[in-house]
């Protein structure tokens, strides 16, 4: 699984459809204080089943969708895309036949989310499954979320060993 | 369920040492299961000593020591399951310039050996540098985020500005 | 008792208001006691703009952008009776460079009202060069900090070495 | 009540005597990770009466004590003093007749701390008294600790109420 590209739509600050290409190697982001650059983590993120507000900085996941600013009247939509590869055809159900897929979530205000591949209606198992076995997801370590570092360093022994269940 | 935590936890712990030695540039660290004797229920303990200094709690060192520590515990249980991607968001934000240096360093390595795309947020100057290529966020209006490609030169300038 | 919270907070509510503005460059920031009637058993909420977003719970702001906040509420309770000395650890570690400059110049203007004499830790470039005077701290000899009056030319030197 | 220097011996990596000055306007403190700049803080910290050995990093209060490294043996004996100027004379208790103070504290390796005010051993609540009295002291919000802003962001509303009782 290789992944290409993410899309954003009414995400938080970035209300304007944005692509941000991810090729191989090192993407470095940069830009100041409260500009979006952890908006677009947290984008990756939900995208890939996070079920927590919470962890997304918001009391309800409708917190996600473009509050408004300014001249900018609020949304009521918002939607995230993940563009992947699936050169080495191993990953799990149906989706196997495709050499590339779009995994993307969306959010309509005081109605819910709905999850799908290649623009079928799937279940949010069913895309935690897809990244889980690649040994990623939204709760993988390898993505570490601002402030993830001072957790593991403050966290009592016993949550550190539960990071630990996460390689076993 | 026990096994297969001693066996992820020796793995991990070898991983840990030696990507400790890399990113300190030598010393001693090491994981301990503690607080009981059934790993399920046991707690997880760092011991770490940056070159030439005692071995101690991870609490004792200083905050950019405790820093380098937990990415290098991070990555070495990435480094049993790499992933295809793998996300950064300003882990650098208390490494001084030498220890940004071999973060990067370390970095770069694993790209290469497991084939995993990073996409790191950074502040740091030296970061930006080695990084392959950049893209910059930006408010032109507020409140609405605006994503652009970037050189190290315009990068700069970004940081500068709001 | 329940009075004299009631007084603190108020004092801290509008020193915590102008402080944020200050330090923004506008916006609006305001404290509130919620969760009893009672203030002796309330809580502290901070709500937050900064200019051009909306008015949100702290939660929703950016890394840099709540340790700017939290610092407006800090220097907030210190102006409510000004101590002779201020110690300030990496405080601006999070803050991007027009932040850190914000940041120096309320800084600077402290010690000038209060006559408090700062002491402040950083790693930033921008810092050290607004201060008065600047002292390194080397490991000359592994394990052993020694302490050295320095120019910025060797602050600068000193972040990137070890 | 003004701040001149600090001078520390044996505490933490400063085995050697130290004098840190501490003049008008601000004074910066720079070097790499680990060099010892947040040991200078937990010095004064420490000297001004800080009780809690888990707030100075460590498991129990010997552990400020320089604990050897390299060719060094570790030591069994540490001492901070905070030299004071008093010319408004506008501290409590018997010490306001003194133009200059030296406030110190040592510890001795099992035997415990001791405090002195120009030389007189005094009682620990005496130098909290004084520093108290003068706005500062080791739980004063003017003494800012690497890693307290994060505290101030993520602790819960009660929590930062009592924040708030420091100022009343
Ligand atoms: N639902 C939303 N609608 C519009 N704007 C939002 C929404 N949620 C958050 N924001 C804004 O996004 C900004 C936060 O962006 P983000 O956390 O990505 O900043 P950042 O670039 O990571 O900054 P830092 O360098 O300080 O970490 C905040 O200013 C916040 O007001
Ligand atoms: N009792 C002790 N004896 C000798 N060395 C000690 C003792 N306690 C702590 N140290 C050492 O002091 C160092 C920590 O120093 P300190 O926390 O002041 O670093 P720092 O300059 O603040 O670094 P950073 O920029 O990473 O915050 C650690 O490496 C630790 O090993
Ligand atoms: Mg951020
Ligand atoms: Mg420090």
Redesign the pocket.
């Known amino acids: 699984l290789t992944f290409r590209k993410l899309r954003l739509t009414g995400?938080?600050?970035f209300?304007e459809p944005t692509d941000l290409p991810i090729d191989r190697g090192l993407t470095g982001v940069v830009?100041?204080?409260?500009?979006?650059?952890?908006?677009?983590?947290?984008a990756l993120r939900w995208a890939m089943g996070e079920t927590s507000a919470k962890r997304m900085?918001?009391g309800g996941m409708d917190?996600?969708?473009?509050?408004?600013?300014g001249a900018r009247p609020?949304r009521d939509f918002a939607e995230v895309a993940i563009f992947l590869d699936n050169p080495a055809r191993d990953i799990p159900g149906p989706f196997n036949t495709y050499d590339e897929l779009v995994v993307s979530r969306s959010i309509t205000r005081d109605s819910g989310t709905a999850y799908r591949i290649n623009g079928t209606e799937v279940r949010a198992r069913d895309v935690g499954t897809l990244f889980a076995d690649s040994a990623t997801g939204s709760q993988s370590p390898s993505i570490v979320r601002?402030g993830r570092i001072s957790e593991i360093i403050s966290a009592k022994p016993i949550e550190r060993r539960r990071f630990l269940e996460e390689a076993a | 369920g026990r096994r297969r935590l001693l066996e992820a936890f020796t793995q991990v712990n070898d991983n840990f040492t030696s990507l400790f030695q890399r990113l300190f540039g030598g010393g001693e660290a090491s994981l301990k299961l503690i607080e009981s004797e059934d790993p399920l229920q046991a707690g997880l303990e760092i011991l770490a000593s940056p070159p030439g200094k005692r071995l101690q709690s991870l609490s004792l060192l200083s905050g950019g020591e405790q820093s380098l520590t937990a990415l290098a515990l991070l990555f070495a249980v990435f480094l049993t399951n790499p992933a295809p991607i793998c996300v950064l968001?300003?882990v650098d934000a208390p490494l001084d310039d030498i220890n940004v240096h071999r973060f990067c360093d370390l970095v770069e390595e694993l790209a290469k050996r497991s084939e995993t795309r990073f996409l790191i947020?950074t502040?740091h100057r030296h970061t930006m540098a080695r990084m392959d290529r950049l893209f910059g966020?930006t408010m032109p209006e507020r409140?609405?985020?605006r994503l652009v490609s970037v050189d190290l030169a315009r990068a700069e300038q970004l940081r500068e500005t709001a």
Chains 1, 4 share one sequence.
Do not use: T, Y
Request: proline residues 3%; glycine residues 18%.
């Open positions: 995400f938080k600050s209300v830009g100041p204080n409260g500009c979006g650059k952890s908006n677009l983590v947290e900085r918001g917190d996600i969708i473009f509050a408004g600013s609020r601002q | 968001d300003e947020v502040h966020v409140g609405v985020s």
